[in-house]
């Protein structure tokens, strides 16, 4: 297809619609526009709008299988190449309101050098920012550059989230140094997001690997080559979380220790009690026998004689365990 009608684009409730005029700009889809790959349109869509899926449900301009994936449930990050196009899928920090940032977003990106067709639910912030650019004449000019724009904001929105979960385990690294437990369920947490990014983020980085690798023919070499720097970049993100997933484990076992410790220290200091009165609860209990015969029990000084003596034995019995190191 050499040129696409502009009536062909027309979606009432898409989220964003536009024509990449070359220079970093967008101009509106209109009806009688010629859509080629010097100026290629931009249609994001939340595919739960009405309008929205009937167009991605009928439009001739999307192979079959590819419609089933922009309204797919597909989250998973991959690339396919389907004839001159290329379906991908990619996942992004939640920043939504009501929602974890570990809660990803996804979306799905049909593109060709005169047409990216991109789907998602919930809504993504680092699409946000490549509008912002393009809004202010400084954004993508053509299909290629505007992938790599997108995939540079999803990585540094991903990049700031491993640093704050890595600042979040060295303050509890440094609490627990003064002996100080976290939360409930915050290590739990932590370590979960964790895993979540190192399931989803490793696959990522493949796709952008890929694309970096393979003759797109709407990518030059420059953008490969920025391409491949975004997929280091995540790399290296991989490679934190892996020292943080680790350091985590490590965090856990010595709570443990520093709870079991405690828990020990509370034990011995109840069991010098116990064997400091005990010579004390034995005597009070044989004079409290209810027996004739109880020594003492005729003068008016026996009992402050008896309260005497059990000081004297309790503060006997800590001496004999000072010195012996028990206290």
Not at 44 to 70: I, K
Not at 127 to 153: C, F, H, K, M, Y
Not at 191 to 204: E, H, N
Not at 221 to 237: H, K, S, T, V
């Amino acid at each position: 297809m050499d040129v696409i009608e502009g009536r062909e684009l027309q979606v009432p409730d898409a989220v964003y619609a536009y024509q990449l005029d070359g220079k970093g700009g967008t101009t509106p889809i209109e009806d009688d526009d010629k859509i080629t790959s010097e100026e290629p349109c931009w249609l994001h869509l939340d595919y739960a709008h009405p309008a929205s899926a009937e167009w991605l449900a009928n439009t001739p301009l999307l192979p079959d299988l590819v419609r089933q994936a922009l309204a797919g449930e597909s989250t998973r990050p991959r690339v396919t190449r389907l004839g001159d196009g290329t379906l991908i899928t990619l996942r992004g920090i939640n920043f939504n309101t009501d929602s974890r940032p570990d809660q990803l977003v996804t979306f799905r990106v049909y593109i060709t050098d005169k047409m990216i067709i991109s789907t998602r639910h919930r809504k993504v912030y680092s699409i946000d920012e490549v509008v912002n650019e393009l809004r202010n004449g400084q954004g993508p000019i053509n299909s290629g550059n505007w992938l790599v724009e997108i995939t540079d904001a999803l990585t540094d929105h991903t990049s700031e989230f491993i640093e704050d979960l890595h600042d979040k385990i060295i303050d509890l690294e440094d609490a627990l140094l003064e002996q100080q437990t976290p939360e409930r369920g915050q290590l739990a947490l932590i370590r979960k997001q964790l895993i979540v990014l190192r399931r989803y983020m490793a696959p990522q980085r493949d796709v952008f690997s890929r694309l970096a690798s393979e003759r797109l023919p709407w990518m030059n070499d420059d953008e490969r080559r920025r391409m491949q720097d975004i997929a280091d970049r995540l790399g290296r993100g991989l490679d934190d979380l892996d020292g943080s997933i680790a350091r985590t484990a490590i965090l856990s076992d010595e709570i443990t220790t520093v709870m079991a410790d405690a828990m020990n220290r509370r034990t011995y200091t109840m069991s010098l009690m116990a064997m400091v009165f005990l010579p004390t609860t034995f005597l009070t209990g044989l004079f409290g026998v209810n027996l004739g015969g109880i020594p003492g029990s005729g003068s008016p000084l026996a009992f402050a004689s008896f309260c005497f003596m059990l000081v004297a034995l309790v503060g006997g019995v800590a001496w004999w365990l000072r010195r012996s190191r028990w206290l």
